[in-house]
């Protein structure tokens, strides 16, 4: 399934993208007036293949969900039942992501990709129906630790890349028209953090943050552990799959995953934050082309966020000093995509409105 999935990712449409650059050209409004909406409505004809683009919507966030063995170095204060724990408050609608996805008339699906505690199969009492729904796609529970091996097999990191790529085909074929990236895990800030150093190849002191808020102590505890990591394992960013083996989470492989299934499907992938953009890293190794299919929602208050976006030459649609994930950022940025498409189909050229050019 990997091999055909990144077999079929192709380059953007460029006679598409050239009608949208004519028909921007030719919309009631001063020519680069709409900024970097404008390149964004191209790039999206270049990915649909033509001009105007569908409207991205429906909009579906799917959040993969996995546990750390690197939790055990401690890199985080937080423990890791938390990340159990949320996933039932996605399931019950009472996280941001929630509040978010409602304001943005989103879907909600979570996957359990590698969570190490026993999820409820049954969905809480009283839930709504067509609210959040669960996903049991568990490859193992939670990482090994990377510092002392690598953190999966290529057999596992394999399977959940697939299962990214899985649930992007079921998400496509029930009618979302972007999907929105979403991750749970506590200590995934870590691994985020040695996938950007290893794809990138910048220094682990430069991309590592402070994830949910460490103290100094645990922060340069934290850089030390990436760092460790690295040297181990000396991952070759020409083999994704071998970094993601290395030092990635379940959730950062599923999520490569989900953002090549899309790009296969040219449906655009709106990331969140930094857990988001170091999966995007690997999904280019894989297929570069990817990339045409990623829109950057925000920019990540993690360092490592903005050295990644700077390596896959993306700009992010707004900045707010956001470090929550869950794919709250993405959320906010919506219906800014939502709204340079609209642009396309629904302003008026100077000659159908009879406005006079310049």
């Not at 039942?81 to 992501?97: K, R």
């Not at 993601?244 to 655009?268: F, K, Q, S």
């Amino acid at each position: 399934m990997l091999e055909s999935t990144v077999a079929a990712i192709r380059p953007l449409d460029e006679a598409a993208m050239a009608a949208a650059r004519d028909l921007q050209a030719r919309l009631t409004k001063p020519a680069g007036s709409l900024g970097a909406l404008e390149p964004l409505s191209v790039r999206l004809a270049g990915l649909a293949g033509t001009c105007p683009p569908p409207l991205p919507e429906p909009a579906a966030v799917a959040i993969f969900a996995g546990d750390h063995g690197v939790h055990a170095q401690g890199v985080t204060p937080w423990p890791q039942e938390v990340t159990a724990q949320m996933i039932g408050n996605f399931l019950a609608g009472g996280a941001v992501v929630n509040a978010f996805a409602r304001q943005a008339g989103a879907s909600v699906t979570v996957v359990d990709v590698g969570v190490a505690t026993p999820l409820p199969v049954d969905p809480p009492a009283g839930a709504d129906p067509a609210g959040p729904r669960l996903i049991a796609a568990n490859v193992r529970a939670g990482t090994r630790d990377l510092t002392v091996t690598a953190a999966l097999t290529r057999d596992e990191a394999r399977a959940a890349v697939e299962t990214g790529i899985r649930v992007a085909g079921d998400l496509i074929d029930t009618g979302a028209g972007i999907l929105l990236t979403g991750d749970m895990g506590i200590g995934n800030t870590t691994p985020a953090a040695a996938l950007v150093a290893a794809f990138t190849g910048a220094d682990p002191a430069e991309v590592t943050g402070r994830g949910t808020g460490v103290d100094d102590e645990t922060y340069a505890r934290k850089v030390g552990v990436v760092r460790a990591a690295l040297d181990r394992h000396a991952p070759d960013r020409a083999d994704p799959l071998g970094v993601l083996a290395a030092v990635g989470g379940l959730e950062h492989a599923a999520l490569a995953g989900l953002i090549l299934g899309a790009a296969a499907r040219r449906v655009p992938v709106l990331l969140d934050g930094v857990i988001a953009v170091s999966a995007a890293l690997a999904a280019a190794a894989f297929a570069p082309d990817a990339v045409g299919a990623m829109v950057a929602g925000h920019r990540s208050a993690e360092p490592g966020a903005t050295t990644a976006l700077r390596h896959l030459g993306l700009d992010p649609l707004v900045d707010l000093g956001l470090r929550l994930g869950e794919g709250t950022g993405a959320l906010l940025a919506l219906p800014v995509v939502t709204g340079a498409v609209r642009v396309l189909h629904e302003v008026a050229t100077f000659d159908s409105a009879g406005v006079a050019e310049k």
